[in-house]
């Protein structure tokens, strides 16, 4: 499908087309032709689907085909946000869409000079991006009018309900005129969502997608803490006691897969290592026999196991946390897919907290810590720093380097630019550095990565993202789905 099939204006298309982007994301194709219809929405859309021109384009096609009438502009169009990071994005998106198009719009967040934002409502604005608390700032102090407000967009609804925003969100909706389009995106459905979204959306058009790899909630998620060089044994362990027959286990480095697919083998299980340095004869080798049951566990790194065909396996254990927070959701998306239960547990010693942290971060959530009886962590252990990397090879990459710029990892393999990484907001602009894996003929540079970081993602290969199921309670949602979409 291309853009100029769902009926934006030539405008819009040409900024589009500026952009570089050809097709629209699922969620474009599916949410914009019903947004010019002027439906109302419930979206289930993270970041990283394009959710943010799926409802940019049509609601600054909207604006600009009924102009406002009379001298001054009044704000038509309102998007609330959870954060100013978002608001500020959201922002960049209208501007840029919006470049070809005589409209007028503005951002609004607090924690910056309130003066500024007056003038620009003074001088009238059509479409205007604002967090909550600010934009119940301005209504206090009168400077802006939201009675003709005639489409609403709550984006990351979730995240605003967790962050403590219904009061100010009922507030506000209290101020705008009854009759109007809303849409409400949301990458989760909790019952506080669908409450919400049936207490003000009309006959909504329900439109979902899913990133591939999301932490699905089929996926239960464990962390076992346990000292690091009991990790193998305790692996070894939960793989025997439990006699799992089919285990996905990542680590970190290549050397550390083929460690221990070594140990393993040591402890009489059959393992195979799957990373960059394997040909493509071992490695398509080293699948068949595990598809086949032939190995009980494959070890992979994290860039081999991209582009493998395997998913919905039982067991993922990280044997190590990434560093790199979203491979974990990549990760654990091996499993739990398509209705089957999942479970993905982490081996994590006291060398790992901060990498614990940012997943969590990521997640925002914790994930629940069970330790194991007989391999209760060592309190008096020191943490010590990680080596990204093979060990103590080739000059010794000082491994973890933690300065704005990002990680490097050098002389192991990995080497990741993270120029403006940005997880503040869950998650948008992460990275485009792309990383390379040396050695192994694969490289995966800018456009490799398949979250969020600019590129197209993909329309949800049976999973399903985040919580639950959209729809379920709402307002008596109406189904619109793109065809890849498993029910
Ligand atoms: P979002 O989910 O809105 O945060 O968008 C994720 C990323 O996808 C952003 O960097 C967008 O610029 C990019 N993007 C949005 N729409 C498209 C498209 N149709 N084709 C390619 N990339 C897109």
């Known amino acids: 499908m291309s853009f100029n099939s769902l009926g934006l204006s030539a405008e819009l298309l040409r900024a589009v087309a500026d952009q570089g982007y050809s097709d629209p994301t699922p969620i474009q194709a599916q949410a914009i032709p019903l947004v010019l219809q002027g439906r109302d929405l419930l979206a289930g859309a993270q970041t990283g689907t394009g959710k943010t021109a799926g409802f940019t384009l049509p609601t600054l096609h909207l604006l600009s085909q009924n102009k406002a009438t009379g001298k001054f502009r009044p704000l038509r169009a309102l998007v609330l946000t959870p954060t100013r990071e978002l608001a500020a994005q959201v ?10 198009l005589p409209l007028r719009s503005a951002v609004m967040f607090g924690g910056v000079g309130i003066n500024p934002q007056i003038q620009q409502l003074r001088r009238g604005v059509d479409l205007l991006v604002a967090t909550p608390g600010r934009l119940l700032d301005h209504v206090s102090q009168n400077t802006v009018d939201l009675s003709r407000v005639e489409i609403l967009i709550l984006d990351e609804a979730d995240r605003m309900l967790d962050m403590g925003f219904i009061r100010d969100i009922r507030k506000i909706l209290d101020l705008l005129p009854k009759r109007r389009q809303n849409l409400l995106f949301s990458a989760t459905f909790s019952d506080d969502i669908k409450k919400l979204a049936e207490s003000f959306l009309h ?6 997608v899913a990133r591939r790899n999301t932490a699905s909630e ?3 998620q464990v962390v076992h803490p346990v000292d690091r060089n009991r990790k193998r044994e305790l692996l070894s362990y939960l793989i025997g006691s439990q006699n799992w027959k089919q285990v996905l286990v990542f680590t970190r480095t290549k050397h550390g897969a083929n460690r221990l697919a070594e140990q393993l083998e040591k402890d009489g299980i059959t393992a195979a290592a799957i990373h960059g340095n394997k040909s493509q004869g071992a490695r398509t080798r080293a699948l068949a026999d595990f598809k086949n049951n032939a190995v009980r566990v494959l070890v992979a790194t994290d860039i081999a196991a991209r582009g493998l065909d395997i998913d919905q396996l039982p067991h993922v254990v990280n044997y190590e946390l990434p560093n790199v927070p979203e491979d974990y959701v990549h990760r ?7 209705g089957n239960e999942g479970e993905a547990l982490s081996l994590v010693c006291v060398d790992e907290h901060a990498f614990l942290r940012d997943i969590e971060k990521l997640l925002r959530r914790e994930i ?3 330790v194991v009886a007989g391999y209760e962590p060592d309190p008096t252990i020191k943490p010590e720093p990680i080596i990204l990397g093979r060990r103590g090879q080739g000059g010794g990459n000082a491994g973890r380097s933690q300065g704005n710029g990002g990680r490097n990892a050098g002389d192991g393999g990995r080497s990741q630019g993270h120029g403006g990484r940005n997880t503040g907001n869950g998650g948008r602009g992460q990275g485009s550095g792309g990383r390379n894996e040396n050695n192994g003929g694969r490289s995966q540079g800018n456009g490799g990565r398949s979250q969020g970081n600019g590129q197209r993602p993909q329309g949800g290969r049976g999973s399903r993202s985040g919580g639950g199921r959209p729809g379920q309670g ?12 498993s029910r």
């Open 218 to 220: 089929r996926v239960s």
């Open 203 to 208: 006959q909504p058009a329900l439109v979902e």
């Open 91 to 100: 922002a960049e998106n209208v501007a840029t869409y919006g470049k070809y």
């Open 332 to 338: 654990i998306g091996r499993t739990g897919r398509a």
């Open 368 to 370: 629940p810590r069970s």
């Open 474 to 485: 709402a307002a008596r949602p109406q189904h619109h789905h793109s065809g890849n979409r």
